[in-house]
């Protein structure tokens, strides 16, 4: 027997045959996914939109993946870190403004001084801001001990993109290694988990190489790992990478625009209740693109806070938005995109994802 369109959308849990058809789903079966989605978030999450102020504390980088502006490798780019004030000033500005909650990024990097660095902030914050702020951390891969002792300092949320589910695309994309193992990358995950972390992952859709089978089993990658929070978005070509001698073998921007958005609406289908980032890769390619995504089932997004004067030297892809905007521009911009999007800012809400506190409680 066959199903037919609106019997596989309704199924409780897609196969991976379902999911690859719904990602090839066109017109107006594509936005019966959209709306689909629209109707889960309305009634597991509702229309509240949570901030995460961003700070992109370093581009300083010990890695060299392939798709990746900021790898070791681009000499062309200035290395910046932020001082100790940069970072507890902009965190001082999300806790006035009532974000609530706050991202530190950067490239990655071990050693004992730099791990050392990110306590004593992560300290400092809480100090300045009385422990209100949620802070989350984007640092990569790290040690089990690492992360326990940025845990103890205080850090909730860590988020490590996957960036690709499948062990055989990650290969192609990632310098073969030690410091670019895919497995490591899973222990990383699995660790954070068992630490108490409300973890986030994800991946990058329209990659070279990527098919939409890929994306059916990332899609199921995530609901098997129960995570807490996703964050994916297009992957957007740069000059300075060696991936970039693929660029014409790419979907068109349009279309990896597309992808994403049906990844979301199917993600928000298949994990009710987690948290999903409407990514700023989404709003490079579409300037209504976080808009888009919030009306098919993302709940939150992520003004960067960075100061504007290293903002340029973050670019992780080409074309990254919003990199001469100052933050109270960018804060007033924002939560009248948000506001048309039909949802409504959560401020002074931490906006931790339902499915972390309901497991908490299970
Ligand atoms: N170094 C940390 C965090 C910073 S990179 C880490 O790698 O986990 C944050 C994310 O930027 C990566 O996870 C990746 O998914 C995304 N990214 C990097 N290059 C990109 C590109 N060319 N297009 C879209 N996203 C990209
Ligand atoms: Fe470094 Fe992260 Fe970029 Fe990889 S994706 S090169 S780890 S900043």
Redesign the pocket.
């Known amino acids: 027997m066959t199903l037919d369109f609106d019997e596989i959308l309704n199924k409780s849990d897609f196969t991976k045959d379902d999911l690859i058809f719904l990602l090839n789903a066109e017109d107006e079966f594509r936005k019966k996914i959209f709306a689909r989605a629209a109707e889960v978030k309305e009634e597991y999450i509702g229309n509240k939109v949570y901030y995460r102020g961003l700070i992109e504390y370093s581009n300083r980088?010990s890695?060299n993946?392939y798709?990746?502006?900021v790898r070791a490798g681009n000499k062309k780019i200035k290395r910046y870190q932020l001082t100790d004030d940069e970072v507890v000033e902009a965190a001082v500005f999300a806790h006035k403004n009532k974000f609530a909650s706050i991202v530190i990024?950067?490239?990655?990097r071990s050693g004992k001084v730099f791990t050392a660095k990110i306590e004593t902030l992560i300290r400092k914050i809480h100090k300045a801001t009385n422990s209100e702020l949620h802070i989350t951390l984007?640092?990569?891969e790290q040690s089990e001990e690492t992360y326990r002792k940025w845990f103890k300092a205080g850090a909730h949320r860590y988020?490590?993109?996957i960036?690709v589910s499948s062990p055989d695309l990650y290969i192609k994309l990632h310098p073969l290694n030690k410091i670019h193992d895919y497995q490591t990358r899973l222990d990383c995950l699995r660790s954070l988990k068992q630490i108490g972390y409300q973890v986030g992952t994800?991946v990058?859709i329209g990659l070279p190489f990527q098919t939409i089978d890929d994306l059916a089993e990332d899609l199921l990658f995530f609901k098997k790992f129960d995570i807490d929070m996703a964050g994916m978005?297009?992957?957007?070509?740069?000059n300075d990478?060696p991936l970039f001698q693929y660029s014409e073998q790419l979907l068109p921007k349009a279309g990896r625009f597309d992808l994403s958005l049906k990844m979301v609406a199917l993600l928000r289908i298949m994990m009710k209740n987690i948290n999903i980032a409407a990514t700023t890769?989404m709003q490079s390619i579409d300037p209504q693109g976080r808009e888009k995504a919030i009306m098919i089932g993302s709940n939150v997004v992520m003004p960067n806070l960075t100061p504007i004067k290293y903002r340029e030297d973050y670019l992780?892809?080409q074309d990254k938005p919003c990199v001469d905007e100052e933050a109270e521009e960018c804060r007033g911009c924002l939560e009248a995109r948000i506001k048309m999007a039909g949802a409504e800012v959560g401020y002074g809400e931490w906006g931790d994802s339902k499915h972390y506190k309901n497991n908490l409680h299970a």
């Open positions: 980088c890695k993946c798709y990746c502006g990024q950067a490239g990655e984007s640092l990569g988020l490590l993109r960036e994800g990058m978005g297009p992957y957007i070509e740069h990478t890769a992780l892809y």
